[in-house]
């Protein structure tokens, strides 16, 4: 999938240099003081004693994340469904998104704990702050902001100089949008059926979508996932219905736009499946999972 056009080949170096020259820059300072100051991925700042060696993770796409880095062996406890890699699974949970075990997480006596911006409610939040332990803030809303956030992360565990080659690899993967194959494709990202619920402005799918050569048509929409009507999604004549699915495997759960045979997608068979923890959780495999995005828009662009 990198497609770099040849005036960009010396951009795109000149900044992975640029990368790889900050971060050990970073690595360089935090070996001469004993405290830790880093901002997350919101711009909060937070101080540690030092790079973090206990955390819990409350988003199985931070313990992915985490895993990536090298650091797995250093969270203590994590949410249910962190199942990947196979060793996040004998991690012990201390709750999910709807709840957390606040008197678990404070015997675990983390360094930080990582949340997921938005992800976690306020008032989850405010009773993890009360506990007086750091929460360190995860967010991504496009695909260049994964490798940003493993930097990040990297600074938040002192992995700087061991994470550097992840992070330019994966710059590597992203297309730029001026690269968006042609003609741009329509496209209703479904991610519930009842509710009828997509994604809006703020998501790294709609930026895989770009980048693709599709446009998810509520784009615009502020909310990450907004709940639209039938006849808006028929009304933008999309050429591409997709959705994710267990490993991307075909299912039914796209079969009710089959009705609407004006539908472009209808015509062109623009039905697409996409591995969901793949492409949901916002994690190196999301780039992964863009690559067979991308190949499947592009079969769809031949018929169109």
Not at 122 to 135: D, F, G, H, M, S
Not at 171 to 195: C, E, G, M, N
Request: proline share 6%.
């Amino acid at each position: 999938m990198n497609r770099l056009s040849a005036p960009h080949v010396g951009l795109f170096c000149f900044r992975r240099v640029c990368l790889l020259c900050v971060i050990i820059s970073v690595w360089l300072i935090s070996q001469t003081a004993h405290a830790l100051t880093i901002r997350d991925d919101t711009g909060r700042t937070l101080t540690l004693n030092g790079p973090a060696q206990r955390i819990v993770s409350l988003a199985p796409s931070i313990t992915e994340n985490l895993f990536a880095i090298g650091v797995g062996a250093r969270i203590v406890g994590t949410s249910a469904s962190s199942d990947f890699p196979h060793a996040a699974q004998s991690i012990p949970l201390i709750g999910d998104y709807q709840s957390l075990d606040l008197e678990r997480i404070a015997a675990l006596k983390p360094d930080v704990i990582v949340a997921w911006q938005g992800g976690n409610s306020t008032a989850q939040i405010a009773a993890l702050e009360r506990l007086n332990i750091p929460v360190y803030f995860h967010r991504v809303d496009t695909l260049p902001d994964i490798p940003l956030a493993l930097m990040r992360l990297a600074q938040l565990t002192g992995t700087e100089l061991a994470t550097a080659p992840i992070i330019l690899k994966a710059y590597q993967q992203i297309d730029l949008l001026k690269d968006a194959p042609q003609p741009i494709l329509p496209t209703f990202y479904q991610v519930w059926s009842s509710p009828l619920m997509t994604l809006g402005r703020n998501s790294w799918v709609t930026d895989a979508l770009a980048r693709c050569g599709a446009r998810n048509i509520f784009a615009d929409l502020p909310l990450a996932a907004p709940t639209v009507n039938i006849e808006d999604v028929l009304k933008a004549q999309p050429a591409i219905f997709a959705t994710a699915t267990p490993n991307g495997i075909a299912n039914n759960s796209l079969d009710a736009w089959k009705k609407w045979t004006d539908a472009p997608a209808n015509r062109i068979q623009g039905f697409i499946f996409i591995d969901d923890n793949a492409m949901n959780r916002a994690t190196l495999r999301t780039l992964s999972a863009t690559r067979t995005l991308c190949a499947k828009i592009a079969d769809i662009r031949s018929r169109f």
